[in-house]
């Protein structure tokens, strides 16, 4: 609390990474998943096409590692600003 | 060793595990009972969050669901995965900085509001009674199916196990029978698809069958599904079909639905730190993928299977199954098996002797019926729960896998009624009576009112299991539409701004929650009492937007309302703005821990 610029850059960089995977994360389902999977129809994988497997397997994988990346990108952050848990 | 005694030693050996654990991990303080005493490693918090979230609707109905709709089913693997981002990104690190002990508390403080509290509690019991209905009936199907006992005797000892966990132990109780429900279900679905892939595609990853291919017809298996229930006269497995409005919007309310789930939310108190309720959220995901990734594969081949054991000479230009064969082939005992359930039947229409399964709304099909003399389709039920529960016995696997499967179903329904247990009683013992009541009570007294409340909340559930309104089966879009509604948007609007005031959160809240009751409600009838509809989900009031996907739209006017509001009333004060600061820097929650 002693230091509010930092707090506020600190939140600022969470939100900015936050905003970041939310795009990646509405991408990969709404839109290879759903609304953009007629423009992949070209790709195949494995019997039908790569929008397909986006929806049922790829969307997920990806989930994964949005969350992982904000996890390790976050405690990084922790550090870089001192408001890290001792 | 009979298949009765298989599933007796199966299902036992894993009850007799759990009663273990209650003995083992029993809560002397209300911060064991309400957050394990906030000492649970990350990954063990992601196992059993998975185990907490993942329902008898997620082990025994998704693939099913799948199955039967193909593609346009997509929405609940996106929906009930892309959740945990939201989660994990918006609000599980900072409601564990927070340090208190139940979702409710955190939306009434951050509000200065105890009537926000109370909105929160209200619609934290719905949505949790509504959605452990399912979870009780679950139980008792699952028992009546396998251990040969009826309905009722299930059920009441499937909620004795869980009253000794759960009112003993509480959420330390809860934590770790629910990280052995996860290995006993995981592997209970595991297994089966393991060996159907092998068979059907040679590959021991469901997940990498699915779009391998199909050993017998050296296609991808894919395309071989799309060629056979084409030629049945189904959709097309793999296309799109549904409305892309709606498959957006009811993606979307699952996704939000899924991070507003206060038995979720509430598992990540339990971890030591911030850096741990964000690691262990995608250790969540992880433990919820591995059953994720395989139930598609299960669907898809499981339908395949199915189709190919009605018309195993050629496809349906060759002949169909005989009831003969049906009743004397080993490889169809499991229909006689099902039959006796009620789950599934079929009845040879036309008097041929064989049992013809098509789509008879087809008008292809209907040409090629009168041309042949079919009847109609003579597989007259198939319940889509049966998919994941008799695939073992399609796919003739050993017998051990049926009481696998038995005990895992079991494992699945068990351990999300005992989470959803543990937030209903927390919210009566801290928010209501410590809360409202009697904020004066001791320690002792909230741990005797906790357990309380949670043997209470056991009997009202067991009563509704054994009772379930004619409504059941609609209730989950409620409990959903709450969630998505009311709780999500208040979270992550009290983390996010401080602008928003106790006024704005109430107004939004409510806002959020009337519209989607009034629109469930006019698709459902009221209160779900049939005939009170005035619109169907068929022909929805809205365009194509239908009441489960409603939840989306909700909370849109629940963040609407709230800005409105919060702009033409006071600002927030000082204190919960810095309370807010608080919430977002991860310094200092050790010390929130002893509160």
Redesign the interface.
Known sequence: MSDNSSNDAYWKANVRIILISLVIWALVSFGFGILLRPMLAGISVGGSDLGFWFAQQGSILVFLALIFNYAWQMNKLDIAHGVDEE | MSQFAINLLFVGASFALYIGIAIWARAGSTSEFYAAGRGVHPVTNGMATAADWMSAASFISMAGLIAFTG?DN?SF??GW??G??LL???LA?YLRKFGKFTVSEFIGDRFYSPTARIVAVVCLIVASTTYVIGQMTGVGVAFGRFLEVSNTAGLLIGACVVFAYAVFGGMKGVTYTQVAQYCVLITAYTIPAVFISLQLTGTPIP?LG????HVASG????????AVVTDLGFKEY?A?HAD?LN??LF??SLMIGTAGLPHVIMRFFTVP???DA??S??WT??FI?LL??TA?AVGAMARLNISELMWPNGGISGEAVTTEQIANDPEYDWMATWQKTGLLDWEDKNGDGKIQFYNDKNEDLQAMAAEKGWEGNELTKFNRDILVLANPEIANLPSWVIGLVAAGGLAAALSTAAGLLLAISSAVSHDLIKGAINPNISEKGELLSARIAMAVAIAVATWLGLNPPGFAAQTVALAFGLAAASIFPALMMGI?STKINNTGAVAGMLAGLVVTLIYIFLHKGWLFIPGTNSFTDADPLLGTIKSTSFGAIGAAVNFAVAYIVAGMTKETPAEIK?LV??V???????AAQDH
Do not use: C, I, Q
């Open positions: 593609y997509s693997l996106m995965t892309g945990y981002v994990a990104l918006l690190p997940a699915l779009f391998g291919d296609e991808p298996l894919l395309a071989k599904l799309d793999t799109h892309t498959m957006v993606t979307l730190k911030v850096s964000r690691w959220a995608g995901l992880v993928a994720y990734l598609p996010f810095a600061e608080s977002r820097v991860p310094r200092g929650a050790g």
